[in-house]
């Protein structure tokens, strides 16, 4: 059974503390490794997809990585505005056809001004 | 880009009356929609996948007649919760597979309340 578990369950930063989110996965074999954030009462709002061991994306202040059994998203001098649950979810070769997403339970990054 | 518009945003509703959640693709046409549940600080649950024209395949646990899923047009999926109860309260997130934005497009969710 494929599973996604995140780390840590919630961080608080300062305004301009660079940290990092962790997910890691256990999963029969990766499709898409894929982060989201989500502001309270909203659906997902897309991040990134990664694909392979080695691959990194950036966007702003965001960067995500991507090794075989995690990834990580770093978030640099970050903003109050950065706040936000922010999810990850994999798609595998057991998501079949339908290619449906496994999400973990994310984490509940607060940014104090 | 894609957009999938969810509706209604919040409900609230008796226990033992139904409820239905719509969920459209605005520019494309989904082939695909995910239904998924969410409780509080708790992430998505993927309840079912419905294909266009088709019947819906349910995720173990999840009761096919109390959740009843259509999707009979391309940019139509619709959930309905029968004889809701309190337990039913949660947030109901749709999301269609489209071409960009990683390949899938999410609604803005349902926050439903059953008293």
């Known amino acids: 059974e494929d599973q996604v578990t995140q780390s840590p369950e919630a961080l608080r930063l300062q305004e301009g503390e660079s940290s990092s989110l962790n997910c890691s996965y256990t999963v029969s074999g990766l499709r898409g490794l894929f982060w989201y954030r989500q502001d309270p009462g909203k659906g997902p709002e897309f991040l990134f997809t990664l694909y392979s061991a080695g691959e990194e994306k950036e966007k702003e202040r965001l960067k995500a990585t991507l090794t075989k059994k995690e990834s990580f998203l770093h978030i640099t001098a970050p903003k109050p505005e950065d706040s936000a649950t922010y999810l990850c979810a994999v798609r595998t070769i057991s998501s079949g056809s339908a290619r449906q997403l496994t999400f973990g339970s994310g984490t509940q990054l607060t940014v104090l001004p | 880009g894609a957009v999938v518009s969810q509706h209604p945003s919040w409900v609230i509703c008796k226990s033992g009356t139904s409820v239905k959640i719509e969920c459209r693709s605005l520019d494309f046409q989904a082939t695909t929609m995910f239904w998924y549940r969410q409780f509080p600080k708790q992430s998505l649950m993927l309840m079912a996948t419905s294909n266009e024209g088709s019947k819906a395949t349910y995720e173990q646990g999840v009761e096919k007649d109390k959740f009843l899923i259509n999707h009979a047009s391309l940019t139509l999926s619709t959930l309905t919760v029968t004889s809701a109860h309190p337990e039913d309260s949660s947030f109901y997130i749709c999301?269609?597979?489209?071409?960009?934005?990683?390949?899938?497009?999410f609604g803005s969710g349902t926050r439903l309340t059953v008293v």
């Open positions: 999301s269609a597979r489209t071409t960009g934005g990683g390949g899938y497009t």
